[in-house]
């Protein structure tokens, strides 16, 4: 079974996305890998949840203080990975990242759970904490100054765009033969190949 060959990469990913969507065995099919490098050049990886999509590029959101958003800024150039192991499908993306607009970013933030929104306040992402009380007591702290209303998007708080230039589905196939296309972006066109398993 070979994967078809769409004009386009994102009407494969779009296919391929909504199905893992519709896949009761997969818990969270918005969960990619990203890969940034830090100013010394090291790699480094953690899962994020995909947040939003279009042919523009792939969103996610972070604390603007964390080690990923230093790293963005020494190096916007990324790598993301979708492994859909019930589906036996993978998808893997390189780009470079660009800020999303206050809008989109408040949009996105005042569609969270407001427990998820006063997070954001608390949390001093990836700096170190001395107890789980002084987590709790930072929560605590903004749970009380936003007790009604809305709450505003902390200004250390948005998201990044991941805009490609190389996608590529990788289908399982029997005796690691497995199909592999890619889509390259070149001449602001994209150009499709398949590669050896």
Sequence with gaps: MAIPVAASPFELFESWYNEALGCKAIEEPTA?????????????ARIVLLKGWDTDGFV???????IKAHQLEANPHVAMCFHWMPLEKQI????QVTPVSDKEADEYFHSRPRQSQLGAWASRQSEVLPSRFALEKRL?????????GTIPRP??????????DRIEFWLKQPFRLHDRLEY???DSEWRSQRLYP
Aim: no cysteine; aromatic share 16%.
């Design 140 to 148: 605590a702290k903004y749970t009380v100054k936003y007790p009604l």
């Design 92 to 95: 893997r993306i390189q780009g």
């Design 155 to 164: 200004p250390f708080w948005s998201g990044y765009r991941v805009h490609p």
């Design 60 to 66: 996610f959101y972070t604390n603007m203080h964390s």
């Design 32 to 44: 990619m890998t990203l890969a940034t490098v830090d100013a010394e050049g090291r790699p480094d």
């Design 184 to 186: 390259r972006l070149e």
